[in-house]
């Protein structure tokens, strides 16, 4: 029987949410040079896709965390799913903005959380885990509880791991880098030799492209 992190990893590969390019690196927004780049958002175009995250997304929940309150999707890619998620589990859902809205009433959560409300929080993508840590400390300042985080990919840095550790934060996601590397392999989407450069990425991202030339 397929493991959820190779069904998922399938469908990343599959609909090119997920391009692996060891050869010509990507850049990233933070400047790093990256042999891979993940779009969550392009899952939500494929309603099959969509449906299953949304699925295996509320079993977790359910089995998890079966006294939450509320789902809270990160923006702007976890809104989709989040919002989804919330609706099937019939959970209030909001959303948590990277940074205060610039007028009105400049909220940094959109929608109506309460204190004390136990969330759940929906990310598309954990990295390092700081921008997702942003989102909690917004919950937590508000008053609520994050009682736990789900995302559908993380690359599994070391860092990631520390950070959600430190802020008393349980990470579950649908797939991660190793079982994309994997399938990547067994598809022949990558050769073995590819495949240790994507290994040696993972160790030192940040420093990493410093050795490649632009």
């Known amino acids: 029987m397929k493991t959820l992190e190779k069904i998922t990893a399938q469908q990343l590969l599959k609909l090119k949410a997920i391009k692996l390019q060891p050869s010509n690196p990507f850049t990233w927004a933070s400047g ?3 042999p891979i780049y993940c779009d969550n958002r392009k899952l939500m175009s494929y309603p099959d896709t ?4 949304k699925i295996q997304f509320s079993r977790i929940i359910l089995e ?6 509320a789902v809270a999707g990160v923006a702007t890619g976890a809104i989709a799913p989040g919002a989804l998620v919330a609706d099937l589990l019939g959970l209030p859902f ?3 903005r990277a940074t205060p809205k610039g ?3 400049e909220n940094l959560i959109e929608g109506d959380l ?3 409300q136990k969330v759940v929080v929906i990310e598309d993508l954990v990295s390092t885990g700081q921008s997702s840590l942003k989102a909690v400390e917004a919950i937590r300042k508000n008053g609520a509880e994050v009682i736990g985080m789900l995302s559908i990919f993380t690359y599994g840095f070391p860092i990631a791991t520390k950070n959600m550790s430190d802020a008393k934060v349980e990470l ?3 797939s991660n880098y190793d ?5 990547a392999l067994h598809t022949e989407y990558i050769d073995e030799s590819e495949l240790q450069t994507l290994q040696d990425w993972r160790k030192n991202p940040d420093t990493w492209g410093r050795n490649k030339k632009d």
């Open 50 to 53: 969509r449906n299953f995250l």
């Open 32 to 34: 790093w040079k990256s």
């Open 172 to 174: 579950t996601s649908l």
């Open 64 to 69: 998890k965390y079966p006294n939450v309150e």
């Open 103 to 105: 007028h009105g009433l």
């Open 179 to 183: 079982a994309i590397l994997k399938e």
């Open 94 to 96: 909001v959303y948590i």
């Open 114 to 116: 309460k204190p004390k």
